[in-house]
């Protein structure tokens, strides 16, 4: 889908939590081999071909995952988020995505669902507008898809 030149660009924040900083280093057969850079290029170049820029943001620390959010919340129209760890923890997190009143996809490298009973608990996934788990760093590439189609749907 090719940006349609009526529409204004898209501006997507694509939020990386804890420890997404060492992917392609960090369990390799379990995360994949791609390195943070590396998808947030490959999510750069999907999201300029559906006409939407993307803004990314990782960090270890959820206090700067939250003033993230909330200082750019007036620059982007939704949410990818991957928020490794604190998708089971952070009520801040959650309390901050539906504080900015924009739509938001969860997503997960992994299938959570098929890992440790904990992983299967989201705080974020009932105020999700949809949850992608399981397809690697596709997970990044169909959540974004998802995104645009919530934000642009077809007519």
């Known amino acids: 889908m090719n940006k349609r030149a009526s529409e204004p660009a898209l501006r997507i924040g694509v939020l990386h939590g804890p420890n997404l ?6 369990e390799p057969e379990l995360y994949g081999r791609a390195s943070l ?19 990314s943001f990782q960090s270890n620390r959820e206090g700067e995952l939250v003033d993230w959010i909330q200082g750019t919340t007036s620059s982007v129209d939704g949410w990818v988020v991957n ?15 539906t504080g ?3 739509p938001f996809v969860e ?3 992994t299938n959570v669902h098929a890992r440790e009973p904990f992983r299967r608990r989201s705080l974020l996934a009932d105020v999700a507008i949809g949850v992608i788990s399981g397809f690697g760093s596709s997970s990044y590439l ?4 998802a995104l645009v189609e919530h934000l642009r749907p077809s007519r």
């Open 21 to 26: 900083n060492r992917l392609g280093e960090r």
């Open 37 to 55: 850079p590396e998808i947030d290029l490959m999510v750069s170049e999907a999201a300029a071909d559906l006409g939407a820029d993307t803004l």
């Open 83 to 97: 928020a490794g760890a604190y998708t089971h923890t952070s009520v801040a997190l959650r309390d901050a995505l």
């Open 100 to 102: 900015s009143g924009l």
């Open 107 to 109: 997503i997960h490298l």
């Open 142 to 145: 169909l959540g974004l898809h």
